[in-house]
């Protein structure tokens, strides 16, 4: 086997590594994101993001709420919008620090 084929197949193995790393770490991100715990951290911080956003004026239920047992949670559309917000507001804080970081750095 002459050592361009070799190159070759540990170029395609890498790769298929590498690609198949790179969807698990979305699948793993996705269903971290998408947690029980994590949605309810994102939630409570898009509620304090939209409280101090209005001054107050806008109020935003806890994401504490017990679910009966044997139903299904039925979240309003004010529940996406806090847990979007908080999302795209702490993605936004540490791509900030980041910037300022490497700024000073």
Known sequence: MPVDE???VAVNLVA???RHGGGLVVDLTVDHVFSRHTARFFHGIGRRVIAVATFGRVRI???LRVVPKGRSARPARSDWL?????????VVLFAGIGLTATHFL
Do not use: T
């Open 61 to 63: 239920a806890s994401s």
């Open 6 to 8: 070799i190159g070759e």
């Open 16 to 18: 298929a590594a590498v």
């Open 82 to 90: 806090a847990l979007w917000i908080g999302i795209v507001s702490w």
